[in-house]
């Protein structure tokens, strides 16, 4: 089945399946990929590996809140912060974590990137950041990728020249929230995993910087941890 029917059908049914949970979509979020549960996985193992009895977690572009939801189920302890630029997002999120009974360890805030938690007092608190941010460059959306925009929405997939500009964003802002010995990871697209580790490298706050291969061998998720 082609990505774009599988699409059209996850919206007209309004609910999809991710990582095992029932989420609920509609038109101006993102439906959930198959290939974002290794984001998910990957940040579950981390937060087994941390031990922690009241893990903090980010969900950064959150988009339906399938990532939010689905680290709050598995890992029950955790208390999750998600966010989102756009009203649509952010509606079929707090839509979802009311959908699975999870308002009081999940919120959901709007605003562009780290200024949706202005306020919240969240500096040098956070355990684990997980992103999956747009990652595909403005070319390749008028042209190759030009169907992905056919169903939903740009913003989504648009992520300036190289398709890193939220990474990069992230990468700068990141260190303020995280602990120490917190932990950043990214979904990265088909080949930006090299990039994304430099771009970590670069920053000089993270460590033990690596990627995450999915069944096929391909880099999908960046991790790295914040210099103690």
Same mark, same amino acid.
């Given at each position: 089945?082609?990505? !774009?029917?599988?699409?059209? !059908?996850?919206?007209?049914?309004?609910?999809?399946?991710?990582?095992?949970? !029932?989420?609920?979509?509609?038109?101006?979020?993102?439906?959930?990929?198959?290939?974002?549960?290794? @984001?998910?996985?990957?940040?579950?193992?981390?937060? #087994?590996?941390?031990?922690? /009895?009241?893990?903090?977690?980010?969900?950064?572009?959150?988009?339906?809140?399938?990532?939010?939801?689905?680290?709050?189920?598995?890992?029950?302890?955790?208390? $999750?912060?998600?966010?989102?630029?756009?009203?649509?997002?952010?509606?079929?999120?707090?839509?979802?974590?009311?959908?699975?009974?999870?308002?009081?360890?999940? *919120?959901?805030?709007?605003?562009? @990137?780290?200024?949706?938690? /202005?306020?919240?007092?969240?500096?040098?608190?956070?355990?684990? =950041?997980?992103?999956?941010?747009?990652? =595909?460059? %403005?070319?390749?959306? +008028?042209?190759?990728?030009?169907?992905?925009?056919?169903?939903?929405?740009?913003?989504?997939?648009?992520?300036?020249?190289?398709?890193? *500009? =939220?990474?990069? #964003?992230?990468?700068?802002?990141?260190?303020?929230?995280? #602990?120490?010995?917190? =932990?950043? @990871?990214? +979904?990265?697209?088909?080949?930006?995993?090299?990039?994304?580790?430099?771009?970590? !490298? #670069?920053?000089? /706050?993270? %460590?033990?910087?690596?990627?995450?291969?999915?069944?096929?061998?391909?880099?999908?998720? $960046?991790?790295?941890?914040?210099?103690?």
């Amino acid at each position: 089945m082609s990505e !774009e029917i599988s699409v059209a !059908e996850a919206y007209r049914r309004r609910r999809t399946i991710f990582m095992g949970l !029932e989420v609920l979509i509609a038109p101006g979020a993102l439906v959930p990929r198959p290939e974002t549960e290794l @984001l998910g996985t990957t940040a579950l193992d981390v937060l #087994r590996r941390m031990n922690l /009895s009241a893990p903090r977690v980010v969900d950064m572009c959150c988009g339906a809140g399938n990532l939010a939801c689905a680290i709050a189920h598995y890992a029950p302890a955790a208390q $999750v912060w998600a966010s989102d630029l756009t009203d649509g997002c952010v509606e079929v999120a707090r839509r979802n974590v009311a959908h699975h009974d999870m308002a009081d360890r999940v *919120s959901v805030l709007q605003g562009d @990137l780290f200024s949706a938690f /202005s306020g919240l007092e969240l500096d040098n608190t956070i355990d684990v =950041i997980a992103c999956n941010p747009p990652y =595909i460059s %403005e070319k390749r959306l +008028e042209g190759d990728r030009a169907h992905l925009t056919e169903f939903e929405p740009r913003e989504a997939f648009a992520a300036g020249p190289y398709g890193l *500009s =939220i990474h990069m #964003r992230v990468i700068k802002d990141a260190p303020r929230y995280l #602990r120490r010995g917190g =932990i950043l @990871l990214f +979904e990265v697209g088909l080949g930006q995993d090299r990039q994304v580790i430099r771009l970590l !490298e #670069r920053s000089k /706050s993270f %460590e033990g910087i690596r990627a995450v291969a999915n069944e096929a061998g391909e880099g999908r998720v $960046v991790v790295g941890h914040t210099t103690p």
